[in-house]
Every structure is written in structure tokens, then in C-alpha cells.
């Protein structure tokens, strides 16, 4: 299958500073990514939908200004988390659409867990 | 996209065959059931998905009922690396939406 990568792979940062975490499709071009969070024994949330060359979309209840996400090419978005804070420690993972034989399949990336202390 | 109904848990002893319920009775025709698993501290894992006919790959099978109101995902040797959360998840191809996951089930392959 399809790989996607994320670095890095997890960060610990202190309350106020701003982390980047990158997702890349290694293999294939992504015009859509999508970027989910998980917190401890619950299911992936999508944060939201990041395009190429286009703005990103967020779910309800996501802060835009604090999850900056850019999709500057075709095999790379990143997701800025600024002025991270201490309830923003979670498992940030990344999702990525190909299409083969006419269907859909998405191919998750390994996550990226982040610490603010 | 059409809602899903999993077990919350399952055990398999390992080397046995893992088979993985899923409800879906709200299914429309257009939309594909997907199977993705997550092994601890990973990000998801595709596994399988289709529409109306059976399916079958290097890593399991997938078995749609006729009215495609449910479906089983089966392992056909469990292994311990198998054990992980197995998410069963309904939807149109080619939406370019997310994929919502629910609950999901805790499937524990035992030696």
C-alpha cells in the first residue's frame, strides 16, 4: 500500500512555544490530507481537511488560528500547533487519499504524540 | 454515511480464525464498507473494503451479506501482532471526506 510518514514521530515542548509536525505521502501525490487527534483511550477526531493549494477546512470546535495547516505541495502538509498549552498533548496522526482502479482508499501516517509541559 | 454497530471486545486465540462482526442496516447502495485497524500508539492500518461482492486480500476477508446489512471482517490465522482496535466504517468512495471512526472493536489475540 500507499506510505505516508510524519515527523517527528513525538516532541516535547514547553507551554507557549510552537510545533510543527509534518505528514508526507512518500509514494504518491496527495491532493487531499486529512489530519485526525486522538486522546487517550477515545477514537480519532478529525481536526480537519487540508488541500492543496487551498485553505484548510476545520471541524466545528477547532481553533484555525492555533492548528495552522499549510498543503504546500502535493506530498507535504504540515500542522503548526502555536502557543501550544498543556491540554493540547495528544496523538496527532495524518491521512492521506489515493485513488487506485477507480476507488478510494486512505493510508494513515505512523502519528506524531506531542508533550507541553 | 450510514452508521455502524461493532462488538466493543473479542478474544481469539491465536491461530485461530479472528471473525470481526459489523452492522450496518442504514447502508445506501452507493457506499463501501471499510475496515481499518489501529495497533497501539500507531496510526490506523487499511485493511480491506468493498461493496457488494466478497472480498479478499493478503491480510483477511471480507464478507458482505446479500442485503448488505452487515458484514465480517475474518483473520483467517490470528496472530499476536493482530491484537489492536478493528474499525469497520461505511461510506461513498470518492467523497472527499474523512473517514469517521467510531468505537471500533478491541479484538485480543491470546497464545
Not at chain 1, 3 to 17: D, E, F, L, M, Y
Not at chain 2, 57 to 75: V, W
Request: glycine share 6%.
Amino acid at each position: 500500500g500507499a506510505v505516508v510518514s510524519q515527523h517527528p514521530s513525538w516532541v516535547i515542548c514547553k507551554s507557549g512555544t510552537s510545533v510543527k509536525i509534518e505528514c508526507r505521502s512518500l509514494d504518491f501525490q496527495a491532493t487531499t490530507m486529512f489530519w485526525y487527534r486522538q486522546f487517550p483511550k477515545q477514537s480519532l477526531m478529525l481536526m480537519a481537511t487540508s488541500n492543496e493549494g487551498s485553505k484548510a477546512t476545520y471541524e466545528q470546535g477547532v481553533e484555525k488560528d492555533k492548528f495552522l495547516i499549510n498543503h504546500a505541495s502535493l506530498t507535504l502538509s504540515t500542522l503548526t500547533v502555536t502557543s501550544a498549552h498543556p491540554e493540547d498533548s495528544s496523538f496527532y496522526i495524518c491521512s492521506a487519499r489515493v485513488f487506485s482502479s477507480f476507488r478510494e482508499t486512505q493510508y494513515f501516517g505512523p502519528g506524531t504524540r506531542l508533550l507541553v509541559l | 454515511d450510514a452508521k455502524t454497530t461493532q462488538p466493543t471486545s473479542m478474544d481469539c486465540a491465536e491461530g485461530r480464525a479472528a471473525n470481526l462482526p459489523c452492522n450496518h442496516s442504514t447502508i445506501s447502495g452507493n457506499e463501501y464498507v471499510y475496515w481499518y485497524r489501529q495497533i497501539h500508539s500507531q496510526g490506523p492500518q487499511y485493511i480491506i473494503h468493498g461493496l457488494k461482492n466478497n472480498e479478499t486480500n493478503e491480510m483477511a476477508s471480507l464478507i458482505i451479506t446479500e442485503d448488505r446489512k452487515s458484514s465480517t471482517l475474518i483473520l483467517p490465522h490470528a496472530t499476536l501482532r493482530d491484537t489492536a482496535v478493528y474499525y469497520c466504517i461505511v461510506r461513498v468512495t470518492d467523497s472527499g471526506y474523512a473517514l469517521n471512526f467510531g468505537k471500533g472493536t478491541s479484538l485480543l489475540v491470546t497464545p
